[in-house]
């Protein structure tokens, strides 16, 4: 499955097109997927990080009070982390501090997946582009263009984080589970 959806993104002449319109067709199945672990191995398995990335930005589109339209950057991880509740209720019956660890977990995997396909190397710099002109672009060491929203600051980082913790603090109390706080670090 995930070798074949990797090839439907990549055969498009505009891969971020064709993720876009895979990511919106299943979306809803992730949704109805019962366990957090079967929900996990299908996000973690997945060969795409365009697709990948954008299943994931849905799902905290879809948590957030207030949705936003801006395009996916750095500075829309930091609005997710501000304006995402706790994951939506899936079908399993899990404790609060879990479901704040799942939150956790896929905000630092859109995070790896967004710097795959935007920040990292030079092969990942160029997914958002097709096969057949990506080799031109590697050759000519053409370097993706950044949006201004992914210039973002120390600070900013420090204060969306702590806001955070303290939306956490509210819910959980204090001390955090040892899983909680690894994933913090690991966030931040």
Known sequence: LQRMLSMAVEVDRSPTCSSRKIADDIFLFILNIPLRSQ????????ESQLLRCRLL?????????LPTASSMSLDKILYFLSHSS?????QDETA??????????????????????KLASPLAE????????????????????????????????????????????ETLGQPFPPQIQEKLFMLQ
């Open 126 to 169: 160029h997914l958002r582009t097709s096969v057949s002109d990506r080799m031109d672009l590697i050759a000519q060491k053409a370097k993706p263009r950044l949006q201004d929203s992914d210039d973002i600051s120390q600070l900013d980082i420090q204060l969306k984080m702590n806001n955070f913790i303290n939306r956490m603090q």
């Open 96 to 117: 609060t501090w879990q479901r704040w660890d799942e939150m956790l977990q896929y905000l630092t995997l859109l995070l790896l997946s967004y710097q795959s396909v």
């Open 39 to 46: 929900r996990e191995a299908l996000l973690n398995t997945m």
């Open 86 to 90: 706790v994951l939506p209720q899936f």
């Open 57 to 65: 930005e849905l799902l905290f589109q879809h948590s957030c009070d």
